[in-house]
Nanobody, 120 residues
Framework: QVQLLESGGGVVHPGGSLRLSCAAS????????MGWYRQAPGKERELVAT???????NYKDSVKGRFTIARDSAKNTWNLQMNSLQLEDTATYYC??????????????WGQGTQVTVSS
């Protein structure tokens, strides 16, 4: 089984920075896509950023230029550097992985979530 362990959430003032980290463990053949999603109270879970095994990145429009996703494929870890945080970035952030656990089978895995609160 694969587990994703997140770390790095917290409380920060507007304009501040936080760095989220995710580490995948278990039986992993390859991680196809690494990413971060978030869910604010009363809202649906939304994509924040993803990075593929080949390094292609995708960002939610509102975080472009402020957030950066990076990976270390050899260590099965990835992180999200969040700068210039805004009140509307407050949410529970979930680590996500599209992970190949055998030669032919891939599954979606999620972390337990970490709270990011931006408050003045």
């Amino acid at each position: 089984q694969v587990q994703l362990l997140e770390s790095g959430g917290g409380v920060v003032h507007p304009g501040g920075s936080l760095r989220l980290s995710c580490a995948a463990s278990g039986v992993i053949f390859r991680i196809n896509v690494m990413g971060w999603y978030r869910q604010a109270p009363g809202k649906e879970r939304e994509l924040v950023a993803t990075i593929t095994n080949s390094g292609f990145t995708n960002y939610k429009d509102s975080v472009k230029g402020r957030f950066t996703i990076a990976r270390d494929s050899a260590k099965n870890t990835w992180n999200l550097q969040m700068n210039s945080l805004q009140l509307e970035d407050t949410a529970t952030y979930y680590c996500y992985g599209d992970i190949r656990t055998t030669l032919t089978l891939s599954y979606n895995f999620w972390g337990q979530g970490t709270q990011v609160t931006v408050s003045s």
